[in-house]
């Protein structure tokens, strides 16, 4: 299996920074990466996929990059909204894995 | 608007058998375009992928727990279901279920989970 390793395990940021998660795969996954929130008690919520492309609906200050084993999302401007668990995920082989979940708190 | 429902016990005894639904409203569990799957979550850890049905019936299953996974799907009541054989604590999780969309072409599509059911809480104790 793919091991998909985020960090950090959790940040804690203020309303209007600028926050950068990383996931980091065991080997290549080409673009095959997607990002998901998840708020407490809830499903998690499709973000990206394609490691870059925003899902419909989701605001514009979500963005994401990379390619072969290295990827960021990045919150440019966070609001109260988005304080929640972030996990990405692989789609390049079966089974399908996910990172481990980077929480962003409030500070 | 496309909703995913959970539906099942919420305590099973180990070595018993876990037996979960997902009913599907909004939308047409035989459309060709989608994969219909289970993912779980283990209180306070990350997500695990367990399965996925087609329309068709074919199934994929996560190597780690095929011994035990019979994932299956009725279109007369447009529904999915999972079935977990022999359960232990390790299976205490959150249970969803999810659709797939395949994005690209060819024998093997990257995807991702677009819509989600509410989840559901399956306790493992005696």
């Known amino acids: 299996d793919i091991q998909m390793t985020q960090s950090p395990s959790s940040l804690s940021a203020s309303v209007g920074d600028r926050v950068t998660i990383t996931c980091r795969a065991s080997?290549?996954?080409?673009?095959?990466l997607n990002w998901y929130q998840q708020k407490a008690g809830k499903a998690p919520k499709l973000l990206i996929y394609a490691a870059s492309s925003l899902q419909s609906g989701v605001p514009s200050r979500f963005s994401g990059s990379g390619s072969g084993t290295d990827f960021t999302l990045t919150i440019s401007s966070l609001q109260p909204e988005d304080f929640a668990t972030y996990h990405c995920?692989?789609?390049?082989?079966?089974?399908?894995?996910f990172g481990q979940g980077t929480k962003v708190e409030i500070k | 608007q496309l909703q995913l429902q959970e539906s099942g016990p919420g305590l099973v005894k180990p070595s018993e058998t876990l037996s979960l639904t997902c009913a599907v409203s909004g939308g047409s569990i035989s459309n060709t375009n989608y994969y219909w799957d289970w993912i779980r979550q283990p209180p306070g850890k990350g997500l695990e992928w367990i399965g996925s049905?087609?329309?068709?019936?074919?199934?994929y299953y996560n190597p780690s727990l095929k011994s035990r996974v019979t994932i299956s799907v009725d279109t007369s009541k447009n529904q999915f279901s999972l079935k977990l054989s022999s359960v232990t604590a390790a299976d205490t999780a959150v249970y969803y279920c999810?659709?797939?969309?395949?994005?690209?072409?060819?024998?093997?599509?990257?995807?991702?989970?677009?819509?989600w059911g509410q989840g559901t809480l399956v306790t493992v104790s005696s």
């Open positions: 999810a659709r797939r969309f395949p994005y690209g072409s060819g024998s093997y599509s990257p995807y991702y989970f677009d819509y």
């Open positions: 080997q290549s996954i080409d673009k095959y």
């Open positions: 049905v087609y329309y068709s019936g074919s199934t």
């Open positions: 995920q692989q789609s390049f082989s079966i089974p399908g894995t």
